[in-house]
């Protein structure tokens, strides 16, 4: 298997650009994670998908930011515009839908920079 | 809100040792807690997964334990290796299902 995809994997645009950070999860997992990562926060949870289904959004920092998951092998997020306050690591993950016994799976992240 | 803190921010040992990171979480209500190791500029890779139901899982040097009633958990690493320098977060999978929180991470280097 070639674990969670993401793409691409390193963005760098300015401000007020839109920006689509793209992730396809291992095949058969229905759970999709989206985390960002920075140096002052750490990890936070974004959102999270079950069954291409929209759970908790609650993580979404602003209106500015949105997920899709228009079917179980591809979700995009996208932040319009972008702003220097978004530059971080932005990972996906997936996992099966088994609470309490499975782990989830890390893609190896989207850098993005905003200028 | 649960909130995950992992002791210490920063660790340097020398080659060989025995260690321990500590981690601690504040809401005891939950379903699982896994260990990931970062190297810099990667992605996550899942070292150990307890559930809430087990006390430890063991992985080769690695062995991480769980008590759940006190919101702690350690990571023991056997006979240190310089390979082994990355940092190390721990993250819970809460009661509501929604998604890990995850600590801030150990720094650790392994000096050869």
């Known amino acids: 298997d070639a674990g969670v995809i993401q793409s691409p994997r390193h963005e760098v645009t300015e401000m007020g650009q839109e920006v689509t950070l793209r992730c396809k999860p291992i095949?058969?997992?229905?759970?999709l994670f989206w985390y960002r990562q920075t140096m002052m926060r750490g990890l936070e949870l974004l959102i999270y998908f079950n069954n291409n289904v929209p759970i908790d959004d609650s993580g979404m920092p602003e209106d500015r930011f949105s997920a899709k998951m228009p079917n179980a092998s591809f979700s995009t997020l996208k932040i319009q515009p972008s702003e220097p306050r978004d530059s971080a690591v932005y990972f996906c993950?997936?996992?099966?839908?088994?609470?309490?016994?499975?782990?989830?799976?890390f893609g190896p992240g989207t850098r993005l920079t905003v200028l | 809100k649960q909130e995950v803190t992992q002791i210490p921010a920063a660790l340097s040992v020398p080659e060989g040792e025995n260690l321990v990171l500590n981690c601690s979480f504040t809401d005891s209500a939950i379903y699982n807690l896994q260990w990931f190791r970062q190297d810099p500029g990667k992605g996550l890779t899942s070292l150990l997964l307890i559930q809430s139901s087990q006390r430890e899982q063991t992985s080769g040097r690695l062995n991480a334990s769980l008590d759940k009633s006190s919101g702690r958990s350690t990571l023991y690493i056997a006979a240190s290796q310089p390979g082994d320098s990355a940092t190390y977060l721990c993250a819970v999978l809460g009661g509501g299902a929604d998604g890990l929180t995850f600590g801030k991470g150990t720094h650790l280097i392994i000096q050869p």
């Open positions: 993950a997936s996992s099966s839908w088994d609470i309490g016994t499975d782990t989830q799976y």
């Open positions: 095949s058969g997992h229905n759970s």
